[in-house]
């Protein structure tokens, strides 16, 4: 890469990387806090209320939540959901995207208004429950996954960005003899990847923090994804569903367990993000092929 | 241009039309699955919204609970409260357009200026992380920090020689402190997807403009931006959609009985007056208002953006 | 190769849409069959036992909300079911979201035969669907099993409806409020437990100013308080002013609490506290996480509010301050020598028998026979103590809690809110008590008791009330903040009042004068 050699430039440049670090110091701070409190003793929690590194380490927060297999299940139950749940809302909303982007396609300004009306238009909780439940999905991991196939917002920017490829490339495909899924397949998804990578890791933290379809759908509490656990935890430990008329001697959970809960919930949808990064830089891809 | 075309296509004759339909059969074979998700789970259970008409009875069902009109949008339009609420509604969505909104953009402009990949990657992997802390925990967060009882950011004003803040329970400091956790929380966040938009411009159009001598500002303003312009125009379209969405949980947790004045807002409104008196059909009612207003305005929105020459999002 | 799950995951979209429409053409199949499994076996299951085979178990399906952090495993379910001969299946729901569930399963009629409401606040709501003849009534039918008719009286009286029983309640002391106090700061400044509201400020006042914990720097307040004008302070010390619990009656009319003098004086009270710098003055905004951390961190030296969560303030303040010790004190002496405190209706939640589940009278009855099972010792101290010899030990003739927190928490603590009755009515085993503070907060429960000030509406309705009743109450409690933080006087605290009033306030007077 060539840098800007000019003092302009350079003064540009320097000033850029000293607000990005400040700014990503400052998203980091409250994110170490909740890592640190999870680290720590509830004493040294409740004296301190905001630490940045433990004096008093302590992992009696992660041995209590880990000393039964409840948070395994969950988090099984959470990465499968996640997995197939964003394969399967990529695939459709892909194909919906692709359709829908194809300027010849007659009705699709209808199809599109009608897409738009959903963002802002819901029936409600209880017909959908009943759609769920005449379709036979109650107690069925599937309840977590196609009541919320498609996002309309994922299928409006996938359709943008499917819109920005040249259309010449699809021309002289369709020339090459490939019908509309091969051009799909092998040339408008291939071309955009950051956009792919973007609106699954979308899916995937929508598909990661599903909490109101398992509380309704699944009546199993076997069956419940982390993000159940996770907020009954936050929920009761911050005192938000304090009722002093339920027994005293039921305590609410240690804030140190509700750092460590978040921590462990987060983790694995954190990993997502690396793997998916690299395909922002991908932009070259389409100068190659046209080459 | 090309949307041209396809508008002055139907004028034409109809058995052109039934061939383009014919031809492009694999691309209705492709959306079907979509259309079907749609009705299903979306078009299907909007019947619901016949509540709002209605004074909803669980036990009775949609079909057997009596039939009142507009009673429901009476009782909200002559609510004493009615237009502050909706007036803090619409200066909290003001806040949200003007000082979020472009905060993902300028962000993803100053990455995409970092040169080394490490700090670049690095800095992506940082700030998207406070998406996933809930409103929950930043607000109780915020609280430790904020609050006159020795929260850090008070001590350290006293520390300076200035009076103490009343962040948490006044009508002044509301909207800065909600728009400030907005910002915190999402900002990172939402530049991913114009780094995506960013990720896809061809190099050899920055090539292009680097052998013309083009400056950097240059380089961003003629090549970045009018890239992504498409996805910003979407989103703002999709942004102003959502109007009266300002995050139900943050905004409660926020408000308290010294704020109430500036901090109800119409979600806040439905949850003590509809939510949790089991007031379904009221509670419809308000959503459907809401909805409306949603509507129109993105119908708005959409007409300027075609107006000035852009696809627009339907 | 990328087409493969494609077409695999079409098939599967359009075979779902074929179900869709399958289920649409005999609806009433699919209602049945997804309401629960149990739904449609329990009733066989009831069949069979009313006939001749009456030891096949009774199949039970509960729903009730989980407050604990997880849903506890099937350890103690197993033994009731062993102790009640039933074969129960227990569907726990979040707290929080609880309602939803709730009201999506009634609207859809997928209720299972048992079902919890979360608190006295669903309950209202319930009340006119119970009306409206969606629950069993239970009234005539408690005589025939002799636990549940144990049930005290003046307490199922303030569940019917319309005069009617429709439920089973789960009992709470009537008054648990009173003050947690640091004992070794009164030690130091000399002070006595206090005996009147004005002993109760000079100690907050000195717990702030005369260096309680010696020092010698001013890092300390006297009381921390939270966002919470009932269970916080507030309510309590207004009750040792002799304001009403909820509604009182002046000149022979109802009237609101806070239309009595002696609120605006226990507002005052607190105002003054406030204005002094004697309390966490953002204590309109502070939850209750961090009112409990003021105190367990060494900062504030008095909490008004529940007596019994004495046990987790000691524990948490000792690991921070390891020479503290802290106790109780309730009957307060307002002015003139008052003594009251306010109470509850007895009752902290209901269980509620949907006639969508249960079919018949004989499946009723049935699943009665197990809550009068619930009732004896052997049941009530399984699901509230556990499993002796595992979760706890018999000692003195009372439960004495495992050392195993842990376990007990897991396992047991899960169906505790669902116990129904209270320790005297389904011989519950009292708790073994080793914190000598805790000992006392029991014996001021008792007593609280005696000077309880009932709220007269307990059993009253009104429509008004049920319609818009919280969203009002949001008028006063905003108003009773503005007066204790000074944005409001008396004339604005008085306009408030009209507002209320005028909004819907004075129907609730009216109606609930007619339904004396």
Same mark, same amino acid.
């Given at each position: 890469?060539?840098?800007?050699?000019?003092?302009?430039?350079?003064?540009?440049?320097?000033?850029?990387?000293?607000?990005?670090?400040?700014?990503?110091?400052?998203?980091?701070?409250?994110?170490?806090?909740?890592?640190?409190?999870?680290?720590?003793?509830?004493?040294?929690?409740?004296?301190?209320?905001?630490?940045?590194?433990?004096?008093?380490?302590?992992?009696?927060?992660? +041995?209590?939540?880990?000393?039964?297999?409840?948070?395994?299940?969950?988090?099984?139950?959470?990465?499968?959901?996640?997995?197939?749940?964003?394969?399967?809302?990529?695939?459709?909303?892909?194909?919906?995207?692709?359709?829908?982007?194809?300027?010849?396609?007659?009705?699709?300004?209808?199809?599109?208004?009608?897409?738009?009306?959903?963002?802002?238009?819901?029936?409600?909780?209880?017909?959908?429950?009943?759609?769920?439940?005449?379709?036979?999905?109650?107690?069925?991991?599937?309840?977590?996954?196609?009541?919320?196939?498609?996002?309309?917002?994922?299928?409006?920017?996938?359709?943008?960005?499917?819109?920005?490829?040249?259309?010449?490339?699809?021309?002289?495909?369709?020339?090459?003899?490939?019908?509309?899924?091969?051009?799909?397949?092998?040339?408008?998804?291939?071309?955009?990847?950051?956009?792919?990578?973007?609106?699954?890791?979308?899916?995937?933290?929508?598909?990661?923090?599903?909490?109101?379809?398992?509380?309704?759908?699944?009546?199993?509490?076997?069956?419940?994804?982390?993000?159940?656990?996770? +907020?009954?935890?936050?929920?009761?430990?911050?005192?938000?569903?304090?009722?002093?008329?339920?027994?005293?001697?039921?305590?609410?959970?240690?804030?140190?367990?509700?750092?460590?809960?978040?921590?462990?919930?987060?983790?694995?949808?954190?990993?997502?993000?690396?793997?998916?990064?690299?395909?922002?830089?991908?932009?070259?891809?389409?100068?190659?092929?046209?080459? | 241009?090309?949307?041209?075309?396809?508008?002055?296509?139907?004028?034409?004759?109809?058995?052109?039309?039934?061939?383009?339909?014919?031809?492009?059969?694999?691309?209705?074979?492709?959306?079907?699955?979509?259309?079907?998700?749609?009705?299903?789970?979306?078009?299907?259970?909007?019947?619901?919204?016949?509540?709002?008409?209605?004074?909803?009875?669980?036990?009775?069902?949609?079909?057997?609970?009596?039939?009142?009109?507009?009673?429901?949008?009476?009782?909200?339009?002559?609510?004493?409260?009615?237009?502050?609420?909706?007036?803090?509604?619409?200066?909290?969505?003001?806040?949200?357009?003007?000082?979020?909104?472009?905060?993902?953009?300028?962000?993803?402009?100053?990455?995409?200026?970092?040169?080394?990949?490490?700090?670049?990657?690095?800095?992506?992997?940082?700030?998207?992380?406070?998406?996933?802390? #809930?409103?929950?925990?930043?607000?109780?967060?915020?609280?430790?920090?904020?609050?006159?009882?020795?929260?850090?950011?008070?001590?350290?004003?006293?520390?300076?020689?200035?009076?103490?803040?009343?962040?948490?329970? #006044?009508?002044?400091?509301?909207?800065?402190?909600?728009?400030?956790?907005?910002?915190?929380?999402?900002?990172?966040?939402?530049?991913?997807?114009?780094?995506?938009?960013?990720?896809?411009?061809?190099?050899?159009?920055?090539?292009?403009?680097?052998?013309?001598?083009?400056?950097?500002?240059?380089?961003?303003?003629?090549?970045?931006?009018?890239?992504?312009?498409?996805?910003?125009?979407?989103?703002?379209?999709?942004?102003?959609?959502?109007?009266?969405?300002?995050?139900?949980?943050?905004?409660?947790?926020?408000?308290?009985?010294?704020?109430?004045?500036?901090?109800?807002?119409?979600?806040?409104?439905?949850?003590?007056?509809?939510?949790?008196?089991?007031?379904?059909?009221?509670?419809?009612?308000?959503?459907?208002?809401? #909805?409306?207003?949603?509507?129109?305005?993105?119908?708005?929105?959409?007409?300027?953006?075609?107006?000035?020459?852009?696809?627009?999002?339907? | 190769?990328?087409?493969?799950?494609?077409?695999?995951?079409?098939?599967?979209?359009?075979?779902?849409?074929?179900?869709? $429409?399958?289920?649409?053409?005999?609806?009433?199949?699919?209602?049945?069959?997804?309401?629960?499994?149990?739904?449609?076996?329990?009733?066989?299951?009831?069949?069979?036992?009313?006939?001749?085979?009456?030891?096949?178990?009774?199949?039970?399906?509960?729903?009730?909300?989980?407050?604990?952090?997880?849903?506890?495993?099937?350890?103690?379910?197993?033994?009731?079911?062993?102790?009640?001969?039933?074969?129960?299946?227990?569907?726990?729901?979040?707290?929080?979201? &609880?309602?939803?569930?709730?009201?999506? $399963?009634?609207?859809?009629?997928?209720?299972?035969?048992?079902?919890?409401?979360?608190? @006295?606040?669903?309950?209202?709501?319930?009340?006119?669907?119970?009306?409206?003849? @969606?629950?069993?009534?239970?009234?005539?039918?408690?005589?025939?099993?002799?636990?549940?008719?144990?049930?005290?009286?003046?307490?199922?009286?303030?569940?019917?409806?319309?005069?009617?029983? &429709?439920?089973?309640?789960?009992?709470?002391?009537?008054?648990?409020?009173?003050?947690?106090?640091?004992?070794?700061?009164?030690?130091?400044?000399?002070?006595?437990?206090?005996?009147?509201?004005?002993?109760?400020?000079?100690?907050?006042?000195?717990?702030?100013?005369?260096?309680?914990?010696?020092?010698?720097?001013?890092?300390?307040?006297?009381?921390?308080?939270?966002?919470?004008?009932?269970?916080?302070?507030?309510?309590?010390?207004?009750?040792?002013?002799?304001?009403?619990?909820?509604?009182?009656?002046?000149?022979?009319?109802?009237?609101?609490?806070?239309?009595?003098?002696?609120?605006?004086?226990?507002?005052?009270?607190?105002?003054?506290?406030?204005?002094?710098?004697?309390?966490?003055?953002?204590?309109?905004?502070?939850?209750?996480?961090?009112?409990?951390?003021?105190?367990?961190?060494?900062?504030?030296?008095?909490?008004?509010?529940?007596?019994?969560?004495?046990? $987790?303030?000691?524990?948490?303040?000792?690991?921070?301050?390891?020479?503290?010790?802290?106790?109780?004190?309730?009957?307060?002496?307002?002015?003139?020598?008052?003594? $009251?405190?306010?109470?509850?209706?007895?009752?902290?939640?209901?269980?509620?028998?949907?006639?969508?589940?249960?079919?018949?009278?004989?499946?009723?009855?049935?699943?009665?026979?197990?809550?009068?099972?619930?009732?004896?010792?052997?049941?009530?101290?399984?699901?509230?103590?556990?499993?002796?010899?595992?979760?706890?030990?018999?000692?003195?003739?009372?439960?004495?809690?495992?050392?195993?927190?842990?376990?007990?928490?897991?396992?047991?603590?899960?169906?505790?809110?669902?116990?129904?009755?209270?320790?005297?009515?389904?011989?519950?085993?009292?708790?073994?008590?080793?914190?000598?503070?805790?000992?006392?907060?029991?014996?001021?429960?008792?007593?609280?008791?005696?000077?309880?000030?009932?709220?007269?509406?307990?059993?009253?309705?009104?429509?008004?009330?049920?319609?818009?009743?919280? @969203?009002?109450?949001?008028?006063?409690?905003?108003?009773? &903040?503005?007066?204790?933080?000074?944005?409001?006087?008396?004339?604005?605290?008085?306009?408030?009042?009209?507002?209320?009033?005028?909004?819907?306030?004075? @129907?609730?007077?009216?109606?609930?004068?007619?339904?004396?």
């Amino acid at each position: 890469m060539i840098e800007d050699r000019t003092l302009n430039g350079r003064i540009f440049a320097t000033v850029n990387y000293l607000l990005l670090s400040i700014i990503a110091l400052l998203t980091v701070l409250p994110f170490m806090h909740v890592v640190a409190g999870s680290f720590t003793t509830s004493a040294e929690l409740a004296v301190k209320r905001f630490i940045l590194i433990p004096t008093e380490w302590s992992f009696e927060a992660y +041995r209590f939540i880990f000393s039964t297999n409840t948070i395994f299940k969950a988090m099984g139950v959470s990465v499968g959901v996640t997995f197939f749940g964003t394969l399967f809302s990529m695939l459709i909303t892909s194909l919906m995207a692709y359709g829908l982007a194809r300027r010849d396609l007659d009705g699709r300004k209808y199809i599109m208004f009608l897409v738009v009306f959903t963002m802002l238009f819901s029936g409600g909780l209880i017909p959908s429950f009943l759609v769920v439940k005449e379709m036979g999905l109650i107690d069925s991991y599937l309840a977590l996954i196609i009541p919320s196939t498609i996002s309309a917002f994922n299928l409006i920017i996938l359709k943008n960005f499917f819109q920005n490829i040249p259309e010449g490339l699809e021309e002289s495909a369709k020339i090459d003899g490939c019908n509309d899924f091969g051009i799909l397949f092998r040339i408008v998804l291939p071309l955009s990847m950051p956009a792919i990578a973007t609106l699954s890791l979308f899916y995937a933290v929508t598909y990661w923090n599903t909490y109101l379809s398992a509380i309704l759908y699944l009546n199993d509490s076997a069956k419940w994804p982390i993000q159940v656990l996770l +907020r009954q935890i936050v929920v009761l430990a911050s005192g938000l569903e304090y009722s002093p008329d339920l027994d005293a001697s039921v305590p609410p959970p240690e804030q140190t367990v509700k750092m460590a809960v978040i921590v462990v919930a987060t983790l694995p949808i954190l990993c997502v993000y690396p793997f998916l990064q690299k395909h922002f830089a991908k932009g070259a891809m389409l100068g190659s092929i046209k080459g | 241009m090309q949307e041209a075309t396809v508008e002055r296509i139907p004028i034409a004759a109809g058995s052109e039309r039934k061939k383009r339909i014919w031809r492009n059969k694999w691309l209705y074979v492709m959306i079907a699955p979509g259309i079907l998700y749609f009705l299903i789970f979306k078009y299907i259970p909007m019947f619901g919204l016949v509540i709002a008409f209605q004074d909803f009875k669980p036990f009775f069902g949609f079909t057997g609970s009596e039939w009142v009109g507009f009673k429901h949008f009476t009782r909200l339009f002559t609510e004493p409260d009615f237009l502050n609420i909706l007036s803090n509604t619409l200066i909290l969505f003001g806040m949200n357009l003007l000082f979020y909104f472009p905060v993902p953009i300028i962000l993803a402009l100053m990455l995409n200026e970092v040169r080394i990949n490490f700090f670049k990657r690095l800095f992506q992997s940082l700030v998207y992380l406070p998406h996933f802390l #809930s409103w929950v925990i930043i607000v109780s967060i915020s609280f430790v920090m904020l609050t006159m009882d020795g929260g850090i950011i008070n001590e350290l004003i006293v520390l300076l020689g200035f009076e103490k803040v009343n962040f948490l329970l #006044s009508n002044e400091w509301f909207r800065p402190v909600y728009i400030i956790q907005v910002i915190w929380r999402e900002a990172g966040w939402g530049t991913i997807i114009y780094l995506a938009a960013i990720a896809s411009v061809d190099p050899q159009l920055y090539e292009a403009a680097r052998m013309d001598g083009a400056s950097r500002m240059r380089q961003v303003w003629h090549i970045t931006l009018p890239a992504i312009r498409s996805v910003i125009i979407v989103l703002l379209i999709l942004k102003i959609g959502d109007v009266l969405e300002l995050g139900f949980e943050h905004v409660y947790l926020l408000l308290n009985s010294m704020n109430r004045d500036v901090a109800e807002i119409i979600d806040t409104y439905v949850y003590t007056a509809g939510v949790r008196q089991g007031q379904f059909s009221y509670s419809t009612a308000i959503g459907f208002f809401k #909805s409306l207003v949603g509507l129109v305005l993105v119908m708005f929105a959409n007409y300027l953006a075609k107006k000035m020459g852009e696809e627009g999002v339907y | 190769m990328k087409r493969k799950p494609a077409v695999v995951l079409l098939s599967t979209l359009v075979a779902l849409t074929m179900v869709l $429409s399958a289920c649409g053409g005999n609806s009433n199949k699919g209602t049945n069959a997804t309401s629960t499994p149990n739904s449609s076996t329990s009733t066989n299951g009831n069949n069979d036992n009313s006939s001749e085979t009456p030891a096949k178990p009774t199949e039970i399906t509960i729903m009730l909300p989980l407050n604990v952090a997880e849903t506890p495993p099937d350890t103690i379910k197993n033994e009731v079911e062993k102790l009640t001969n039933t074969k129960l299946t227990y569907q726990f729901f979040p707290a929080d979201t &609880y309602e939803e569930k709730l009201n999506a $399963s009634f609207a859809t009629g997928s209720l299972p035969q048992v079902v919890y409401l979360k608190n @006295q606040a669903t309950f209202m709501q319930m009340k006119e669907a119970i009306r409206d003849g @969606q629950f069993w009534e239970i009234g005539p039918y408690l005589e025939e099993f002799p636990n549940l008719n144990k049930l005290k009286p003046e307490i199922l009286n303030n569940t019917k409806v319309d005069g009617k029983l &429709y439920s089973l309640y789960i009992g709470r002391p009537l008054a648990r409020q009173g003050i947690i106090y640091r004992k070794d700061w009164a030690d130091n400044l000399g002070l006595e437990a206090p005996k009147t509201v004005d002993d109760l400020y000079e100690m907050i006042e000195k717990f702030t100013k005369a260096d309680p914990d010696g020092n010698n720097v001013d890092d300390t307040i006297g009381l921390a308080d939270r966002n919470d004008l009932v269970y916080g302070a507030f309510k309590t010390v207004a009750s040792w002013f002799g304001t009403p619990t909820n509604w009182g009656e002046k000149d022979g009319q109802l009237l609101p609490e806070f239309m009595f003098e002696e609120y605006v004086q226990a507002m005052d009270y607190i105002k003054k506290i406030r204005d002094n710098g004697l309390m966490n003055v953002d204590f309109a905004g502070t939850s209750k996480t961090d009112q409990v951390a003021l105190f367990t961190s060494g900062k504030a030296g008095v909490y008004i509010g529940s007596m019994q969560d004495i046990n $987790s303030l000691d524990k948490d303040l000792v690991k921070n301050v390891p020479d503290a010790n802290a106790s109780v004190h309730a009957l307060v002496e307002g002015p003139g020598g008052n003594v $009251s405190t306010w109470a509850i209706p007895g009752y902290n939640n209901v269980v509620l028998f949907p006639k969508t589940a249960i079919k018949d009278e004989a499946e009723l009855k049935s699943v009665l026979a197990y809550f009068d099972a619930m009732m004896t010792p052997e049941v009530a101290n399984m699901m509230y103590w556990g499993i002796e010899g595992v979760h706890y030990t018999v000692e003195d003739g009372k439960a004495k809690a495992s050392d195993d927190k842990e376990l007990t928490e897991r396992e047991v603590k899960g169906f505790r809110d669902s116990v129904i009755g209270e320790p005297e009515t389904n011989g519950q085993l009292e708790a073994y008590i080793d914190l000598e503070a805790r000992k006392l907060a029991e014996q001021f429960v008792v007593d609280n008791e005696k000077v309880a000030i009932h709220d007269p509406t307990a059993a009253l309705d009104s429509a008004t009330f049920a319609e818009k009743g919280t @969203q009002l109450q949001e008028l006063i409690n905003d108003a009773t &903040y503005k007066y204790m933080y000074g944005s409001i006087d008396r004339a604005g605290f008085d306009a408030a009042i009209e507002d209320w009033k005028s909004r819907g306030g004075q @129907q609730i007077i009216d109606e609930f004068n007619a339904a004396k």
